[in-house]
């Protein structure tokens, strides 16, 4: 299957190709503006990787996708936060399955309904979201409450290494909602909190406790109505130098009271500046999933699943659902044609070879 990773010199798209390079049902093709850097790249995988000059804004973009036989588009030129779906519409007039990496709250909810006609016709399957939210978030949960009668709570944080490499459009994605109205369902009921603010400890099971603030995500809006809660689903980051994390909360006040407008103009700043903060970090980072509800007979369980990823190995996490999925598709297995948000189609078990082969550690508490 000829695959097309979008951005894949980037910091996620060089892991998916790195991931990707040498399946022998897979032909790799890392795409980009930078023609050099998409080539170097090849150059360094080898397995017959090519690397191609693509630019996702020209009229010709279909056309190109057509050209070079793309059978697979995996899109990680982030951040998806203000982006349309013309990467998509072009995927599924060149008749291409595609896949992309997007967090963006608005991007992945309202993808099905906006591109599902244009998959179906092509006889191709869309996904957005093949992340760590909602593609693994949503695993996990479907794991931890298996067999349940209800679910009344699904907390979720994410603990980013301070050391792992960050990249410029995450830093403008996670700012873009800094101090912005973020639509929670919380007590039974819709409610908005603001994005940053207000940051609460958090317990981990292999990390020190962290300070942990609202995070705009697709879960948010997603899982409510999937599982049926009945009270509360909450989604928070925790930066690991609570410094940093603070300073967010100063930039939601900011926004809040009106000096600031556009947080997200910050990110190159923020990301020239944050290794300087790095010596009071570590390369350990890792994810909490905390889910509360009744079990089949009716008895009221908390149940919690925690994974530590270390030596800076973090970023591999997000790039997880997108490598499983893009094999999937390369060996010949089925996906319903259509446009979906990736939730509920990989399990945790698909996961678990990923976690072991980066040497991240999992734990289940009840």
Known sequence: MKTLVLGGYGNFGARICRALAGDPTIELMIGGRNAARARALAD???????????????PAFSDELRRLGVALLIHTAGPFQDQSYDVAQAAARAGAHYIDLADGR??????????????????????????????????????????????RDIDICIAPAQTAPRGEATLA???????G?????????WSSR????????????RLRPRLGALCDIPDLELFPSRYGVTNRVIFRAALEVGLTQRAMGWLATLRRIGLLKQPSRLAALMQATA???DFLGSALGGMVVRVEGDDSTGRRLQREWHIAADDDHGPEIPCMAAILLARRLAHGEDLTP?????????????????????GMVTDLRE
């Open 275 to 277: 290794p300087a903060f």
């Open 106 to 151: 608005r991007f992945v909810c309202d993808f099905p309904s906006s591109m599902d006609a244009a998959f179906l016709a092509a006889g191709r399957v869309g996904i957005s979201g093949a992340s760590t939210v909602p593609a693994l978030s949503s695993a996990v949960v479907e794991s931890l409450t298996r067999g349940w009668r209800s679910i």
């Open 194 to 205: 603001p994005g940053w603010a207000n940051p609460t400890r958090v317990e981990f099971a």
């Open 173 to 179: 994605a996670v700012l873009s909602y800094c101090g």
């Open 338 to 358: 259509g446009a979906h948000a990736c939730k509920g189609l990989l399990s945790l078990d698909e996961f678990r070879p990923e976690f072991e082969r980066w």
């Open 181 to 189: 109205p973020v639509q929670v369902w919380d007590e039974g009921r």
């Open 44 to 58: 360094e995988l080898g397995s017959g990787a090519e690397g191609v000059a693509i630019d996702l804004a020209s």
